[in-house]
């Protein structure tokens, strides 16, 4: 069996749509029509359901699935071993949250270009969930998770490191000028901005706030870091976010630390598939990862 036809089959499972999938793998429309029906022709069973809302696996598409990722591993891993002990190349899909995208991987890339220039990164900002599923699906090689969660279905993860977290302020706020460190439910009473719905270190202040007794915080959501913090340097309230996205403006004094409340330092995790081989470009990513983290 042509493994094209099965790298056309796993990614039309995932983008559910010919066009996505055609323009992935960077083939015409009507070629992924083709392999699609000839893998169908070959397996003797339907493989999809073409429907408005997209391709949606059958059942029989459902149980080829996973044996067909395990024959793409097993194509990749034999590849490798032809290759020997010679330069390690090739493309790794990472997904990671924006924090660490702005900050911390620059320098992960630029070392492995010194050390390793035939490996190509290629960097996703998504929050937790959207990481998780694309680990799951094969869309992304590994994610970087800023959570406390550890525990995914097909996907495992490992700590690397932790982010210290600060809560802001802009300078003449009220609180930062109190003598006394802020309480719970003094920070109920302000405005927070905050990033968005799935980010754990947010969700978890959004959860303190609501439980103050009479409590009625007013919270808005952002996707962006450079967002959020750019709204509490304008003195329109306070926010949550890792230190290193905000130490330039701490230094500038465009922001300034709220005594209040401690928060436990945020996990990075890296996360990849449970069954997936993981290929040696993606290895020494995670090596110069963990070296960079721990220097």
Do not use: N
């Not at 055609?22 to 015409?28: G, K, P, V």
């Not at 949606?56 to 996973?66: I, P």
């Not at 340097?233 to 130490?247: I, K, Q, R, S």
């Amino acid at each position: 069996m042509d493994t094209r036809l099965l790298h056309t089959f796993t990614a039309l499972a995932r983008t559910a749509s010919f066009t996505a999938t055609a323009a992935e793998l960077h083939l015409a429309q009507s070629t992924v029509t083709v392999h699609i029906r000839t893998l169908e022709r070959e397996l003797g069973t339907r493989l999809f359901d073409r429907l408005p809302a997209g391709a949606l696996l059958t059942e029989s598409g459902r149980r080829l699935l996973e044996r067909a990722e395990d024959v793409l591993d097993a194509v990749a891993r034999l590849r490798a071993a032809g290759e020997g002990e010679g330069t390690v190349g090739g493309r790794v899909a990472v997904g990671t949250p924006e924090s660490l995208c702005s900050t911390r991987l620059p320098a992960v890339i630029a070392a492995l270009r010194t050390s390793h220039p035939e490996v190509e990164i290629h960097l996703d900002a998504a929050g937790t969930a959207e990481c998780v599923e694309g680990v799951r699906s094969g869309r992304l090689d590994l994610a970087l998770l800023l959570d406390d969660e550890a525990d995914f279905p097909e996907v495992t993860t490992e700590p690397v490191a932790s982010e210290p977290l600060a809560l802001l302020c802009a300078p003449g706020h009220p609180l930062a000028a109190r003598a006394r460190p802020a309480t719970w439910a003094d920070l109920a009473a302000e405005h927070f901005f905050l990033l968005e719905q799935g980010c754990s270190y947010s969700d978890e202040l959004e959860r303190r706030l609501l439980a103050v007794p009479g409590a009625r915080p007013r919270l808005t959501r952002f996707g962006s870091v450079d967002a959020a913090r750019s709204c509490v340097a304008a003195g329109l309230g306070l926010t949550l976010l890792p230190l290193t996205t905000v130490e330039e403006h701490l230094r500038q004094g465009r922001l300034e630390h709220v005594p209040g409340p401690r928060f436990a330092d945020v996990p990075v995790r890296l996360a990849r598939h449970r069954r997936r081989w993981t290929a040696p470009a993606a290895q020494v990513f995670t090596e110069e990862l963990v070296r960079h983290f721990s220097g």
